[in-house]
């Protein structure tokens, strides 16, 4: 082989080196020109031939051949690797598309509270979930022998730290916080060592309302607003009674129960025959609990009231068993989105 046919054949493997596509392209152009039967091995092993004053010069056009051919394949090599040509893309196929989830019916319930009571005025307030005993009970004027405070009701960390059994104790943070007029409304988890079963959990959602003002407020706006509220959770019809009971931190306290939204008060299975679903608690805020947080009893006075999401959400919906709530079947939340 002369000069000017090495510097021929040494284009030619450059040329095809630059055409290959993919890396067994690469790998046989890599065989053909610097493998150990390559044509560059070869013509090392073919310079004893070469007369005595060209073989410089060769030798220096071989290495050369060589050092280029082997840049080349190494670059064209990792190119082909990141290539995306090496990826058989079909733009006939239909894409992918991301299945769209619903709304949780806890979230929408919580959501729809909190919107319900935003055009009466009331905002939604946040706290933790861990608290301690004062925010959780004593504010509240739950007395210690109270069986609520007991270890066998309360997830109890040490002597001062606790699970929430309610969201009231959010309304105790947001009082000692501000100054009245106060409308908040406080969603949110809580505990209690309850045992699990259709109509109970050791885990549930509370939402609390509470409104302070100094002027006085009554029952009667209690009612009218828990009135407004069941009407547009449930329906054209539904409206409320108040029964007389106990909590610690209201005075007077009531149990308060809406029409039934499926029989509209004549009597069905759901309400067995009553008419009335139970669904809240409420009553006047306890003068002592004003006194916890620093508020003047004589000058303030404010209604509170609690109710379950979930029990609003089984009413509402349906649901039969609380534990469909929790165990994220999607073909019973599909159902209901
Ligand atoms: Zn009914």
């Known amino acids: 082989m002369t000069l000017a046919e090495l510097e021929n054949a040494k284009a030619q493997s450059l040329r095809e080196i630059a055409a290959a596509t993919d890396a067994a392209a ?5 065989v053909k020109y610097i493998g150990r039967n390559g044509s560059i091995p070869a013509l090392i092993k073919a310079m004893k031939d070469v007369p005595k004053e060209e073989r410089p010069a ?25 290539s995306p040509k090496t990826v058989e893309t079909d733009l006939t196929l239909p894409g992918r598309w991301w299945k769209l989830g619903v709304k949780h019916p ?9 919107e319900i009571f935003a055009r009466l005025g009331f905002t939604v307030a946040d706290g933790p979930e861990l608290e301690n005993r004062f925010n959780n009970f004593t504010a509240l004027n739950t007395p210690e022998h109270h069986p609520s ?6 997830f109890w960390f040490g002597d001062d730290c606790l699970l929430r059994t309610q ?9 000692m916080a501000n100054k009245p007029p106060i409308r908040v409304i406080c969603p949110g988890r809580t505990f209690r060592r309850d045992t699990t079963d259709a109509t109970h959990s050791a885990n549930f959602h509370q939402i609390e309302g509470l409104y302070v003002d100094t002027k006085s407020v009554s029952l009667a706006d209690l009612k009218s607003v828990l009135a407004y509220f069941a009407r547009e ?24 129960d809406f029409t039934c939204h499926v029989c509209k ?43 379950g999401a979930e029990r609003i959400a089984m009413i509402k919906y349906g649901i039969p068993d609380i534990r469909w709530l929790y165990e994220n079947d999607v073909r019973f939340l599909n159902q209901l989105g």
Do not use: N
């Not at 690469?26 to 890599?30: F, H, I, P």
């Not at 405070?149 to 309360?154: G, K, L, S």
């Open 233 to 256: 959770m449930m329906g054209d019809g539904v409206t409320v009674r108040f029964r007389p009971h106990f909590f610690p931190f209201t005075e007077p306290s009531v149990e308060v």
């Open 106 to 114: 806890l979230s929408r319930i919580i959501e729809e509270t909190a």
């Open 167 to 175: 969201t009231s104790p959010v309304q105790i943070r947001t009082m």
């Open 26 to 30: 690469v790998e046989a152009l890599r």
């Open 265 to 307: 008060g004549k009597g069905c299975g759901v309400c067995k025959q009553s008419g009335w679903i139970e669904v809240a608690g409420a009553g006047m805020v306890d003068p002592r609990v004003f006194g916890h947080v620093g508020y003047d009893a004589e000058k303030v006075s404010g209604y509170a009231f609690g109710f």
């Open 149 to 154: 405070q007991d270890r066998t009701d309360t």
């Open 58 to 82: 060769f030798g220096k056009a071989v290495q050369a051949w060589r050092a280029e051919a082997e840049g080349a394949l190494a670059a064209k090599s990792s190119e082909a690797k990141c």
